[in-house]
C-alpha cells in the first residue's frame, strides 16, 4: 500500500507555543489530504480537508486562525497549530487519497503525531 | 448530519469468532470501511464494501446490506494480537473525500 508519512511523531510544547505537524505521501501525489483528530479513547474526528495550491476547508467549529493548513506541493501537507493550549493535547493523524484510481474508500493515514502541551 | 453506532466494547476468547456490527445512517453513500487500531498507532485498512454481500480477506471478512444500512466486520480465530480498536467508516460523497468514523470498537482477546 501507499507510504504517508508524519513528522514529528511525538511533540511537548510550552503553552503559548506553536507547533507544526508535516504530512508527506511517499510514492504517490495526493491532490487531497485530510487532517483528524483523536483524543483518548474517542474516535477519529476530521478536522479539514487539505487542497493542493488553494485554502483548506475547515470542519465546522474548528477554528482556522489556529489550525493553519498549507498543502504546498502534491506530496506535502502542514498543520500549524499557533498558541497551542493544553486542551489542544491531542493525537493528530493526516491521511491520503489518491483518488479514484488509486482505490475507492481507501485512504492512507500516516502514523501520527502526538502533541503534549505542557 | 451523519452518524455510525457500532459497540462501544467487545471481549472475546482466543480463537472464538467475534462479529462488530455498524449501523449509519448518512446523506449519501460510497462504500463502507474498516480499519483497525492498535493504542497509539495509525488507523490501518482492512476492507471496504461498495455493494451488499461478503468480503474475505483472510481471517477477517465484512459485509454490507445497503437497504439496512448495516455492515458487519468478522474475525476469526482470534489472536491476543487481535485486541485493538475497530472502526468503520464511510464516505458520504464520491470522489477524494474524507471518511467519516464511527466511535470505534475496543476488541479485547483474552486466552
Known amino acids: 500500500g501507499a507510504v504517508v508519512s508524519q513528522h514529528p511523531s511525538r511533540v511537548i510544547c510550552k503553552s503559548g507555543t506553536s507547533v507544526k505537524i508535516e504530512c508527506r505521501s511517499l510514492?504517490?501525489?495526493?491532490?487531497?489530504m485530510f487532517w483528524y483528530r483523536q483524543f483518548p479513547k474517542k474516535s477519529l474526528m476530521l478536522m479539514a480537508t487539505?487542497?493542493?495550491?488553494?485554502?483548506?476547508?475547515?470542519e465546522q467549529g474548528v477554528e482556522k486562525d489556529k489550525f493553519l493548513i498549507n498543502h504546498a506541493s502534491l506530496t506535502l501537507s502542514t498543520l500549524t497549530v499557533t498558541s497551542a493550549h493544553p486542551e489542544d493535547s491531542s493525537f493528530y493523524i493526516c491521511?491520503?487519497?489518491?483518488?479514484?484510481?488509486?482505490?475507492?474508500?481507501?485512504?492512507?493515514f500516516g502514523p501520527g503525531t502526538r502533541l503534549t502541551v505542557l | 448530519g451523519q452518524s455510525l453506532e457500532q459497540p462501544s466494547e467487545v471481549t472475546a476468547v482466543e480463537g472464538a469468532i467475534v462479529q462488530i456490527n455498524c449501523t449509519y445512517q448518512?446523506?449519501?453513500?460510497?462504500?463502507l470501511s474498516w480499519y483497525q487500531q492498535h493504542d497509539g498507532g495509525a488507523p490501518t485498512f482492512l476492507s471496504y464494501?461498495?455493494?451488499?454481500g461478503l468480503e474475505e480477506t483472510g481471517r477477517f471478512s465484512s459485509f454490507l446490506s445497503r437497504s439496512d444500512s448495516y455492515g458487519y466486520l468478522l474475525l476469526q480465530e482470534l489472536q491476543m494480537k487481535d485486541s485493538a480498536s475497530y472502526f468503520c467508516?464511510?464516505?458520504?460523497?464520491?470522489?477524494?473525500?474524507?471518511?467519516?468514523f464511527g466511535k470505534g470498537t475496543r476488541l479485547s482477546v483474552i486466552a
Open positions: 448518512t446523506s449519501g453513500f460510497y462504500g
Open positions: 487539505s487542497n493542493e495550491g488553494s485554502k483548506a476547508t475547515y
Open positions: 467508516a464511510v464516505r458520504d460523497r464520491g470522489g477524494n473525500t474524507p471518511l467519516v
Open positions: 510514492d504517490f501525489q495526493a491532490t487531497t
Open positions: 464494501n461498495a455493494l451488499d
Open positions: 491521511s491520503a487519497s489518491r483518488g479514484l484510481a488509486g482505490g475507492v474508500g481507501e485512504q492512507f
